[in-house]
């Protein structure tokens, strides 16, 4: 896949600021428009009754990240970021081009078998995952790597450095 900064990139809704989804104050990006699972109760449902998409290019999403002095990290989230990866591991690779060092978590309900050749290629890129299925009537835990409350006591984070 060829690389450009224009690229436009299908989200599920507007990049937002918010403090929900890691320790520090992120731009939570819905990059993950479809979903393999079909997790009863799924805590997305609102996003797969969504038929309405926020378009936007690769550029443009850099500088809305650089332009906020509040961000220190990068949440790419939505359904299943990784049903989708070509796509966001370009996106990752040039937030990282473009000398963005902070934080980069990926959320996602594959379980780390299920995807290791994916994240073997996100080695060397410093990124934090979030990794396990949503697991309804299951318990909440805060994670202690990303200082948040996960849906799931299954759930857990990876730091693939």
């Known amino acids: 896949m060829s690389f450009n900064i224009n690229e436009k990139l299908m989200l599920l809704e507007e990049p937002k600021t918010t403090l929900n989804n890691y320790k520090k104050v992120s731009l939570y990006v819905p990059i993950g428009i479809t979903c393999t699972f079909k997790c009863k109760n799924c805590c997305n449902i609102h996003y797969k009754e969504n038929n309405r998409f926020y378009i936007i290019t690769f550029k443009k999403l850099l500088d809305m990240y650089k332009k906020n002095k509040l961000v220190d990290a990068l949440v790419l989230s939505g359904l299943e970021p990784f049903d989708n990866f070509e796509v966001m591991f370009q996106l990752i690779k040039y937030f990282r081009k473009e000398n963005t060092k902070d934080d980069i978590i ?3 309900g594959y379980e780390l078998t299920e995807i290791h050749n994916l994240v073997d290629k996100l080695k ?12 309804p009537n299951s318990k909440t835990k805060t994670d202690v790597n990303l200082k948040v409350l996960l849906a799931s006591e299954n759930q857990y984070s990876l730091h693939v450095k």
Not at 124 to 135: E, Q, T, V
Request: charged residues 15%; aromatic residues 26%.
């Open 106 to 108: 990926i959320y996602t």
């Open 124 to 135: 060397g890129y410093n990124i934090w995952l979030k990794l396990g299925r949503y697991m």
